[in-house]
């Protein structure tokens, strides 16, 4: 059974909706800078020197970091699109309990 709330602190929450966005929000930022300084990065080539040791680690860093910075871009993008789902629900869920209380 349903109590007559569903969020017993409705303050509380939404407090902690907004630091859930605004963290979310500051990761996809550091995330998105950090792809921007390696692209940078990547644009001095070659970086780890051009002996054979140094094209090895170039040729390998090179694959991974075409796999991993469009899976973290899209991650934290996501998570961002999922914060701001969970504070509209919540909102939802809190004017629901506004209207269901006794003298709405």
């Known amino acids: 059974m349903v109590s007559q709330t569903d969020v017993r602190d409705t303050t509380a929450a939404m407090a902690a909706a907004h630091r859930l ?3 979310l929000h500051d ?3 550091a995330a998105v800078s950090a792809a ?3 692209a940078r ?3 001095m080539s070659p970086l780890w020197g051009d002996d054979a040791g ?8 090179a694959k991974a970091g075409e796999q991993i910075r469009p ?8 998570l961002v699109t999922l ?6 629900a ?8 506004d209207l269901r209380r006794p003298g709405s």
Do not use: H
């Open 21 to 23: 966005t605004a963290a």
């Open 27 to 29: 990761l996809n930022d």
């Open 36 to 38: 921007a300084l390696v």
């Open 41 to 43: 990065t990547e644009q």
């Open 54 to 61: 140094g094209r090895e680690y170039r040729q390998n860093y």
């Open 71 to 78: 899976a973290i871009e899209t991650l934290t993008s996501g």
């Open 83 to 88: 914060s701001s789902s969970v504070k509209s």
């Open 90 to 97: 919540l909102i939802a869920i809190v004017e629901a309990d």
